[in-house]
Every structure is written in structure tokens, then in C-alpha cells.
């Protein structure tokens, strides 16, 4: 798998961003900071308190996009990669309010787009952490700093980061990714991609999960989960839920990754596994297991080739597939 991380911040509340973020930070998220007014964006943090995502693993390369609207012009640090706490490289704007790749506020590449204030753009940065370092960032899908190497991303003694950070001045962000570039069918940069939420819209294949009252869907098919006030419920092993979902936008071309988010938790007894579903035709498709804890939890797996085919996601495909979950144990 390449996608190894993606938000389009559609789906859940500024409450819930510490359910899908190391640390929120000071950052919001509302409608009014989204992209095209699609959905939802989010607003990064005032004060020096920035969003932050943690991983599980050290990378050594990544490719990373975002849209961003400048809320303010000017030098300004939008987006780190990080090793720990300590930043091993930078995308910050200069005084002049153009792109630059620094070290710690060492400038170690420059473009040449004036950016504007109120006006989205979408940022893209492929970077190798290492003294020797290696960093390509492009604008709108256009080159904006050509592949640049030899240069000096590192903050540590590491040549590899496993954290990141946005802003911590007030901008706008949407429709983030990161890629490992070093595995999987999406290995380079995407574009200026969007990042769309879909919830169910009806009762799938199967239906064996208990609600809380009335329909499963309408007990699972709220934008933002409401954790008690409804819910499908199961303690029986092999037990499925699958749900037809929304279709994509009617302008959507290519599917580079798909992710299934399950909230869940565990209300008594001993220790659930739980796992999600994919049905496309006949199929149930089954991913990954994972454990259920005794607090609300926001699980999330990413595909970016279809189980069905091994192949990239087709557009019918995924709007036709039924989404779910299967309790393991």
C-alpha cells in the first residue's frame, strides 16, 4: 500500500480530529474552510500548538499534497516532516509569499508563483530525508521547484521521518495525502486530487448486526458519528453488516484510493475483533483485523488497488460496492 495516509476532514467534527490526529492542536474544522465548498476544510492552529499525525513506521522517502488557501501573506511555516519532534524538512513561504523547502528555516530550495491570499492552490512535495537529500515540490500539477538533491533535510541523525505537522498560523487546508513512495501502485505525485466522504444510503447484502431502532442504515448512516444515540450492535462471531453507499461526483475521473472508516467500540465482555468489508458483485471481501477498546475509536484501512482485481479502483466499482464490517471474534 501506497496511500499510507489521507483527509478530506469531511466526515467528522473539530471534536473528533484528536480520533484521527496525534494531536489537534488549536486546529478547527468547519464548512466554511473547504475546498470549493465541498464538504468540510480545516483551519490550522493560532498559536505555536499545530495539528500533528504521528505513524508507526520511519520513512525515508514521501510524497505529500494539500490544498491551501493563505489566510495571511507573507513568511509563513505551512507543512513539516517530521522525525519525532524535531522538524527534518519545511514548506514555508518566504516574505515575498513564494514556496520554499527549508531545514529549520534554512532555505534549501525556492520557486517562483506569488501566491495570494483567499485563493486555493494545491502543494505538492516529494522529499528523501538525508543530508543529501533530494526535494521536488509542484503547484497546481505544474512544476514549482524542480527535483533538487544534495541538499541537506535533516534535523536529526536519522535519515527518515514518522511524523508530520501543519501550520502554526491560521490557513486553510483540504484533501491531504501521503504516499511511501517505495511500495504499492501509487509511488509518485497524484495531482490536485479530491478527497470525497460517502455514507450509506441503504441496507446491503447482509444485515445480521442488531440496531438500536429502526433500519441498520439509519442506524450507521449520520456524517458525524453520534456515539450512543445510535448504533448496530453484534457478540456473535461471523456476524456481517454491508450498506450500499453515496456515488462518487459525477466529475470524478480516477479512483487512486479508497478508505473504509468503521467507529466502533467494545461495550462489555471480553476483547472484540471486528474487520471491515467490501462487497463488490457477489463478493464479500474481508481486510484486516483489528481490536476494539472500551472508547470510541475511528478505524480506518486504505486500499488502493481493489480486492476484487488487484487493479486500481474503477469509478463504477466503487459506486457500486457495498461498504461494512464483520465481527472476527
Known amino acids: 500500500m501506497a496511500v499510507i495516509f489521507m483527509d ?11 480520533k484521527r490526529w496525534t494531536s489537534a492542536g488549536l486546529s478547527t474544522i468547519s464548512a466554511a474552510y473547504a475546498r470549493g465548498l465541498v464538504g468540510q476544510g480545516m483551519q490550522s492552529g493560532t498559536s505555536n500548538d499545530p495539528s500533528v499525525k504521528s505513524f508507526s513506521s520511519n520513512y ?21 516532516i517530521r522525525d519525532g519532534a524535531t522538524e527534518q524538512c519545511s514548506i514555508r513561504t518566504n516574505a515575498s509569499t513564494v514556496l520554499t523547502v527549508t531545514q529549520n528555516g534554512t532555505v534549501r530550495a525556492t520557486g517562483t508563483t506569488v ?18 537529500g533530494v526535494a521536488e515540490l509542484k503547484l497546481n500539477g505544474a512544476s514549482e521547484i524542480a527535483s533538487t538533491s544534495s541538499i541537506d533535510l535533516t534535523g536529526t541523525a536519522n535519515n527518515y521521518w514518522n511524523q508530520l505537522a501543519f501550520a502554526t498560523t491560521a490557513h486553510w487546508f483540504d484533501d491531504f495525502y501521503v504516499l511511501d513512495p517505495t511500495t504499492g501502485s501509487n509511488t509518485d505525485f497524484l495531482g490536485p486530487v479530491q478527497i470525497s466522504a460517502r455514507i450509506p444510503t441503504g441496507n446491503g447484502n447482509a444485515s445480521s448486526w442488531t440496531p438500536n431502532g429502526g433500519s441498520n442504515m439509519g442506524c450507521v448512516s449520520e456524517l458525524f458519528e453520534d456515539g450512543n444515540a445510535s448504533f448496530v450492535q453484534s457478540s456473535t462471531a461471523n456476524q456481517i453488516d454491508t450498506y450500499t453507499m453515496q456515488d462518487l461526483p459525477a466529475a470524478a475521473g480516477s479512483v487512486f484510493a479508497l478508505a473504509q472508516h468503521t467507529v466502533a467500540v467494545q461495550d462489555g465482555g471480553g476483547t472484540r475483533t471486528i474487520a471491515p468489508v467490501y462487497r463488490i458483485g457477489s463478493t464479500d471481501y474481508v481486510g484486516t483485523s483489528v481490536n476494539t477498546s472500551a472508547s470510541y475509536q475511528f478505524l480506518t484501512e486504505i486500499k488502493d488497488a481493489s480486492p476484487a482485481t488487484a487493479s486500481a479502483w474503477t469509478v463504477s466499482e466503487v459506486n457500486g460496492l457495498e461498504s461494512g464490517f464483520k465481527l472476527i471474534a
Do not use: H, P, R
Not at 478530506?8 to 484528536?18: I, K, Q
Open 8 to 18: 478530506g476532514f469531511d466526515w467528522y467534527t473539530t471534536a473528533d480530529m484528536s
Open 115 to 132: 501566491l495570494s491570499s483567499a485563493t486555493w492552490y494545491y502543494v505538492e512535495l516529494k522529499a528523501t530525508v538525508s543530508s543529501s
Open 60 to 80: 525515508a522517502q514521501g510524497v505529500f499534497g494539500f490544498a491551501l488557501n493563505l489566510v495571511s501573506t507573507g513568511a509563513k511555516q505551512l507543512f513539516t
